[in-house]
């Protein structure tokens, strides 16, 4: 940017920051000429989209203040035509990349012929230094790579509107990843190809950091997570780069919430069978809870083989009770073979497998993502969740901690307290389950792109 070198140059100050905006309502502007010849503006018919919390980049110059035009379109576009109701990563990631940009003198749109010269790939170079060499502004792992896809999001943005490079910003790569295939695969591996791009950072947390255990979500954490499963019920999956909604099909939904509130896992919920499910009493639904034994006999297919009682929220069975007397259900179950009728099953009256369960976890998360892009659980971290947060319910009613971690093993089959002692150690240090998180994505699978 020859206009900001020259700034510098005569030691004019230079600075981009972040201004909040009050929540305010957008309407589509429709601007037209009247009868005198002057630009009006009036406003199309339709809902006014409340914006409740938005940070525009302003450019201050010597005390005089200008928008940041291209930054704040990509930002308006998120919460105006993607209804994202928080934008404050993406703000995050574009006001150190707009900061990073005038810091070295470069335009945003200039795409010199040597791809090395264009500033996105000199902005990866500068993530990728500043966290290798241990430099005292570097950024978190996770932090650094979602700013990354900020800033290729941003570009695709453009891109996708027409907007004319001299050079492209990035270049598409795909990624060929092996992972455990299911039982009725033919091999032992299968392939997932990933398409990504070249601006892909060549950082991650190291292998001895990793936690061995399981992490619980937190509180806002989940309260994302049932935004997506059983308030919109909307989830993403990208094509060609592009991320599409969908509906989460109700199985899934009533599969993550057992999980959440039994503590059951995926090879547990997935096993349960029709059996178990009744309308709960009158009495039960007051109480909250009901018990439910779980084991081989009723088919499930517990850890061992080992039989256990698990706590099942009232309103949950009711819910799945009068799903399975659904037309949705009932129709799938004629299709079913088997003697005794899995609780889930799909549209050809098979039950469900552990890669669809996974599939749809991801597309759950993708969907969180939008707003959240460090959000990186995997679907079993829901069964810690329920242990951590029914452990906190029952000290916070006065049980001691020794009775309540006592409990909590047997409603989740644990065989060692060892497990359980680790709900604890959450329970009294609410940040770690963040921090843990981001190790233990990176180590089991960094599809971050």
Known sequence: DRYTLALILIGVSVMIHSYNLKPFS????????DSNGEVKVAYLEEEPVSIDKLALLVREVNDQYELVIPANNYLLYLVIERFHKCVSSQSRALLRYFSFLEDIGVEWDDMPSRQSKRPTYLFKRHLESQYKNGHEDKLAVSTSKSYMRSVVNFYKFYISRGYQFKNPPF??????????????SMGSKAKVIIQTTDLRLGISQQRKDTPQQLVALSDDEWKEVDRVIRKERMVVRYKDGIANKYPLPIEFTLIFLLMRYCGLRRVEVLSMKLSLIRKPTQEELQKGYLRLTIGGKDGVE???????????PSLLMKNLYEYIISERYLNRKKLSNAGNIS????????????DTLNSRWSEVRNAIRLDYPSFNHKAHNLRPTYGVSRLKQLVNSGMQQADALSYIQNRMGH?????????????????????????????LLDLGD
């Open 26 to 33: 957008y309407r589509t502007p429709k601007p037209y000429v």
């Open 343 to 354: 609780l889930f099953i799909n549209n050809k009256g098979d039950t469900f497998n552990n």
């Open 171 to 184: 270049n598409y790569e795909t990624i060929t990843h092996y992972i455990n295939a299911g039982y009725s």
């Open 302 to 312: 517990t850890k061992n083989s080992k039989e256990r009682i698990i706590e099942f």
């Open 415 to 443: 065989s060692s307290l060892a497990t359980t002692l680790h709900y604890l150690h959450q329970l009294n240090n609410p940040k770690s389950g963040d921090e843990l998180s981001e190790i233990a994505f990176d180590y």
